[in-house]
């Protein structure tokens, strides 16, 4: 688990967290949230330095590829809240119809256009090279 991981896991199963509904069985749920939501704070990272449309191929300027992982990252983080009573609705669900003061339903909210492929035209090694956020090895 990489160290921003780390300290989300340490910070969301504090008891005062969700820390004192979680079971052994939801384990590894959680460090899955923890990943994703490390990988979100990547992604964000590399919009913010390099904007959220960089130069394609032939130089046509294209949706930046860390949108698409940071979108990926927040669906993740949000079907698993949900599993884990970590939004309004779920834990309205959890407690047979009683969510916090204040709770209200949730949807996600869109994060960028689904129709559009971030990774379209680029290679497998491009990919990698992205994921890994080596930026340098794309040019």
Request: glycine share 12%; net charge negative.
């Given at each position: 688990?990489?160290?921003?991981a780390?300290?989300?896991w340490?910070?969301?199963?504090?008891?005062?967290?969700?820390?004192?509904?979680?079971?052994?069985?939801d384990?590894?749920?959680?460090?899955?949230?923890?990943?994703l939501?490390a990988?979100?704070?990547?992604?964000?990272?590399?919009?913010?330095e390099?904007?959220?449309?960089?130069?394609?191929k032939?130089?046509?300027?294209?949706v930046n590829?860390?949108?698409?992982?940071?979108?990926k990252?927040?669906?993740?983080?949000?079907?698993?809240?949900?599993?884990?009573?970590?939004?309004?609705?779920?834990?309205?669900?959890?407690?047979?119809?009683?969510?916090?003061?204040?709770?209200?339903?949730?949807?996600?909210?869109?994060?960028?256009?689904?129709?559009?492929?971030?990774f379209?035209?680029?290679?497998?090694?491009?990919?990698?090279?992205?994921?890994?956020?080596?930026?340098?090895?794309l040019?």
């Open positions: 688990m990489s160290e921003e780390k300290a989300k340490r910070e969301l199963t504090a008891e005062s967290k969700w820390g004192a509904v979680l079971t052994v069985c384990r590894d749920l959680m460090a899955q949230y923890c990943a939501s990988r979100k704070v990547k992604a964000d990272a590399m919009i913010a390099h904007g959220e449309l960089v130069a394609g032939d130089g046509v300027p294209i590829p860390w949108v698409g992982i940071s979108d990252a927040w669906s993740g983080m949000f079907s698993i809240a949900r599993e884990l009573g970590g939004t309004p609705k779920s834990r309205e669900r959890m407690s047979g119809g009683k969510g916090a003061e204040g709770d209200k339903p949730d949807e996600p909210a869109p994060l960028s256009d689904p129709s559009v492929d971030e379209e035209g680029m290679s497998e090694a491009e990919i990698e090279a992205l994921m890994s956020g080596d930026i340098g090895a040019n």
